[in-house]
């Protein structure tokens, strides 16, 4: 049978209940992980003293949690939540590692 979308979809797209727990548990924990490496990349990639910079990282933080949360449920299907979270978390995690003083030898 053809899918009648044009976007791959995986097996908790069919079974509403089960989307949403699935989204709320990436939007909570991957959120949360993309946030705390947005924190760390924006701690050592600002251009501030040590206290500016952590005060800054963690109030921007606050707004990647913010984006990446409603980035999870405003996708149309499981796939590309996942891997907005994932694309997201793998830029801030290459920002940090080549901020990060001795990081891109």
């Given amino acids: 049978m ?20 699935l989204r709320s548990v990436m939007a909570v924990f991957g959120g949360y992980g993309v946030a705390a490496l947005a924190a760390a990349a924006f701690t050592v990639g600002l251009p501030l003293p040590r206290t ?5 990282a963690i109030m921007l933080a606050f707004l ?3 984006v ?9 299907t499981l796939l590309r939540s996942a891997a907005g979270l994932a694309i997201g978390a793998g830029a801030f995690a290459a920002w940090q590692w080549l901020a990060a003083p001795g990081g891109a030898a």
Wanted: contains cysteine; negative net charge; aromatic residues 14%.
């Fill in 2 to 21: 053809k899918p009648d979308t044009p976007y791959s979809t995986c097996f908790a797209d069919h079974r509403p209940s089960l989307n949403i727990t």
């Fill in 52 to 56: 500016d910079a952590v005060m800054a």
């Fill in 64 to 66: 990647v949690y913010t």
């Fill in 68 to 76: 990446a949360v409603i980035w999870v449920f405003a996708t149309a």
